[in-house]
């Protein structure tokens, strides 16, 4: 079974200031891995997403995450944070089965992440 | 145009009673999913579906059912609502494969008195 652990439920950040949210998973087989955004009372918006090739992976709004197969992580990270940035992210990660079949994502419980000004 | 959308966008129903939850998506996307979001929970898997007539169960599908006679539609429905059914409601679609990635809709938020 897959599972995707989220390190701190808040974390806080002054604008400017380098974001960091932790995500590490576990999986059987080699994951694919996302970061979703959800401001209050919207959907769920992809941020960015590793399926295979390059472990470096730029996103919209200016995130990127990395993947460590070593560390079984998926980091998130944004150099300078924008008040905009405010928002609750998720990572997630699914499972393909070797016939290209693949069932839901397992999420995360999540980070907020609040911006002080 | 309008991707992937939810209706109702809120709703009020009391215990025992039938409640159905529509989704439809306009990208021809052959994956479609139910999930439920509870504070502490995250986001958690009730059904799935990888084509029409084609649905399985996640990892909270008690008290809830699917159908999907069309590509585009994916109704979830409560047959006899509980209180800890209360919940927003997200359904999302997928094109499978290469990416998988999941495009969510707006959310229902439905409670149940």
């Known amino acids: 079974a897959q599972s995707v652990t989220q390190l701190g439920s808040h974390v806080s950040v002054s604008e400017g200031a380098l974001v960091l949210l932790r995500c590490n998973y576990s999986s059987s087989v080699p994951p694919y891995l996302f970061w979703y955004v959800q401001y209050p009372n919207q959907g769920l918006q992809l941020l960015l997403k590793y399926t295979t090739g390059a472990t470096l992976v730029k996103g919209i709004n200016g995130f990127e995450a990395e993947f460590k197969k070593s560390e079984t992580s998926f980091h998130l990270t944004k150099p300078s944070a924008h008040m905009s940035d405010a928002a609750e992210y998720f990572c997630?990660?699914?499972?393909?089965?070797?016939?290209?079949?693949?069932?839901?994502?397992?999420f995360g419980k999540g980070t907020h992440l609040i911006i002080q000004p | 145009d309008a991707g992937i959308t939810q209706s109702p966008r809120y709703k009020i129903t009391e215990t025992g009673r039938q409640v159905t939850l529509m989704c439809h998506q306009t990208?021809?996307?052959?994956?479609m999913f139910w999930y439920r979001q509870d504070l502490g929970h995250g986001l958690r898997l009730i059904y799935y579906s990888a084509a029409a007539d084609i649905t399985d169960k996640g990892e909270v599908p008690d008290g809830y059912v699917v159908s999907r006679s069309k590509t585009e539609n994916f109704p979830l429905t409560l047959e006899s609502a509980t209180r800890s059914q209360t919940s927003v409601y997200f359904c999302?679609?997928?094109?499978?494969?290469?990416?998988?990635?999941?495009?969510f809709g707006p959310g229902t938020r439905l409670t149940v008195t």
């Open positions: 999302a679609s997928s094109p499978g494969w290469p990416t998988y990635e999941q495009y």
């Open positions: 990208w021809s996307h052959s994956y």
């Open positions: 997630a990660v699914i499972t393909i089965y070797s016939g290209g079949g693949a069932d839901g994502l397992t």
